[in-house]
């Protein structure tokens, strides 16, 4: 079972937003631009994304994790 399915929801959707946001700056400093990129090459970007804030989480607490996504637990 990989990492991402024993996530919360909560935590497994702030991943994938966070992930989004990081391959959006990815792009933005590329010579490509997002239109000239299939929806298979934004994909694969955002699965990097996705791997390398994991690699990162392996190491922390849920609790960090959340505060690395910025989900508080008020």
Do not use: Y
Not at 3 to 14: G, N, S
Not at 16 to 40: D, F, H, Q, T, Y
């Amino acid at each position: 079972m990989t990492l991402r399915k024993l996530l919360p929801h909560a935590i497994q959707t702030a991943l994938r937003n966070k992930a989004i946001n990081n391959a959006k700056v990815r792009v933005g400093v590329s010579p490509k631009s997002m239109k000239e990129l299939s929806e298979i090459d934004l994909e694969i970007i955002v699965k990097e994304e996705e791997d390398k804030i994991l690699s990162k989480a392996k190491s922390i607490s849920i609790t960090a994790l959340a505060a690395l996504l910025g989900i508080s637990w008020a």
